[in-house]
């Protein structure tokens, strides 16, 4: 069977090794000129984002490259990115890389028509409508790794350093025009960063899944993007040339990001304010806090555990048999097994509490939480007590 195909779901995806050959038609056909790819700095110095904006130049699309990008970007990032926008004469944006670099790129493309601060367009209440439309600038998403699902997402995570938390940016017109899914660009990706996005892509399916609210199209799509990480991710992570496992890992990650929209939970909320004070990686610490949230939220997702371990064909179909499919996963590609190994303390446990607590993504806990919730979770996690 051939890897490859068109969809327009949830936008228009063009999935398929070699595709990116495509980039400057797509371009043209959102009438982008003179495109802006932005990036990060290691992916800059690579020789695909050469590549990528050779693409354009030979079709006769004059096409810059802009990296000043750090992972869980920030404002300055975005504004950095607005002015080198303005300052080439651009007309488009191709967002080129992981999730730091997708999300950063669809900001870039927001702003460049605003008046207001980024901050006014925080994915509160309807501050969305606040956004001058005409002002967007169209976008491309390349993605380079099979983790965050940026790429089919309507928003930007953006961390804000006045009080060191990270928010949402939203706008339902961020969702990039067109798509790009060529798993030949994610051949490179290291193991250890293969198996950090992978979980991350798991842990968006399955928050997904776990959260309690009313989404059965979501759900399913959330099942199914478990059941391929399940099946293809460690071979992913073990040989990183398979191109088949990269395949299904890179439509498995914008499965987990379409199906959020159902709701996130307390994996998130642990997992932002570790990366907006120490700058640990996101998919990674979702997967180290993975186990936790998951005793944690038990009584309150039994019986959808049973469901979903019968689907993924887990030989024992419960709760019991996920967690131990979770943890025996996280032991095969790599992960971590506390909070404590990738750098935070138990001091920062009531520190982080607050800002779990305010974080968008606690609304979709199975469970409601409280501070005291949280610093208790963030301990469990820093300490491996399940």
């Known amino acids: 069977m051939e890897l490859k195909g068109n969809w327009n779901y949830p936008t228009s995806v063009r999935f398929g090794a070699g595709r990116i050959r495509e980039l400057p038609d797509a371009c043209?056909?959102?009438?982008?000129?003179?495109?802006?790819?932005?990036?990060?700095?290691?992916?800059?110095?690579?020789?695909?984002?050469?590549?990528?904006?050779?693409?354009?130049r030979e079709a006769g699309l004059p096409c810059a490259v802009f990296s000043d990008v750090q992972a869980n970007p920030v404002e300055e990032n975005v504004n950095r990115g607005v002015?080198?926008?303005?300052?080439?004469?651009?007309d488009g944006v191709i967002a080129f890389g992981g999730g730091s670099a997708l999300d950063a790129a669809k900001a870039i493309a927001l702003m460049v028509g605003q008046k207001r601060p980024l901050w006014d367009f925080e994915d509160r209440e309807d501050?969305?409508?606040?956004?001058?439309?005409?002002?967007?600038?169209?976008?491309v998403a390349v993605p380079t790794t099979a983790g965050t699902g940026s790429?089919?997402?309507?928003?930007?995570?953006?961390?804000?350093?006045?009080?060191h938390t990270k928010r949402i940016i939203f706008h339902p017109k961020m969702l990039p025009a067109i798509v790009i899914e060529d798993p030949e660009l994610t051949v490179g990706l290291p193991a250890h960063v293969t198996a950090a996005t992978g979980m991350d892509a798991l842990s968006h399916c399955l928050e997904a899944w776990c959260s309690p609210f009313y989404h059965p199209m979501a759900e399913g799509i959330a099942a199914e993007g478990m059941r391929l990480v399940r099946q293809w991710l460690p071979t992913a992570v073990h040989d990183g040339a398979n191109l088949e496992a990269r395949a299904h890992m890179l439509v498995a990650s914008s499965m987990g990001a379409t199906a959020f929209q159902k709701g996130l939970g307390a994996m998130h909320s642990l997992s932002h304010p570790c990366g907006a004070n120490l700058n640990t990686h996101h998919g990674l610490t979702n997967a180290v806090v993975m186990p936790y949230v998951l005793a944690w939220n038990r009584k309150a997702i039994d019986q959808k555990m049973v469901r979903l371990a019968a689907y993924m064909g887990l030989g024992e179909q419960s709760f019991d048999g996920f967690l131990a499919?979770?943890?025996?996963?996280?032991?095969?590609?790599?992960?971590?097994?506390?909070?404590?190994?990738?750098?935070?303390?138990e001091e920062h446990a009531a520190v982080f509490a607050p800002q779990a607590l305010a974080d968008p993504s606690t609304g979709g806990n199975p469970l409601p939480m409280t501070e005291e919730d949280f610093r208790v979770l963030y301990l469990n996690s820093i300490g491996g007590r399940l």
């Open 28 to 56: 043209r056909s959102l009438g982008i000129r003179r495109p802006l790819l932005v990036t990060d700095p290691g992916l800059a110095a690579l020789p695909m984002v050469a590549q990528a904006a050779e693409l354009c």
């Open 151 to 163: 790429e089919v997402g309507r928003a930007s995570v953006i961390t804000n350093l006045s009080d």
């Open 325 to 345: 499919w979770v943890l025996e996963l996280r032991a095969d590609i790599g992960i971590p097994s506390t909070l404590a190994e990738i750098g935070v303390r």
């Open 127 to 139: 501050w969305f409508t606040r956004v001058d439309v005409s002002g967007m600038a169209p976008v």
């Open 83 to 90: 002015a080198a926008y303005h300052a080439g004469g651009h």
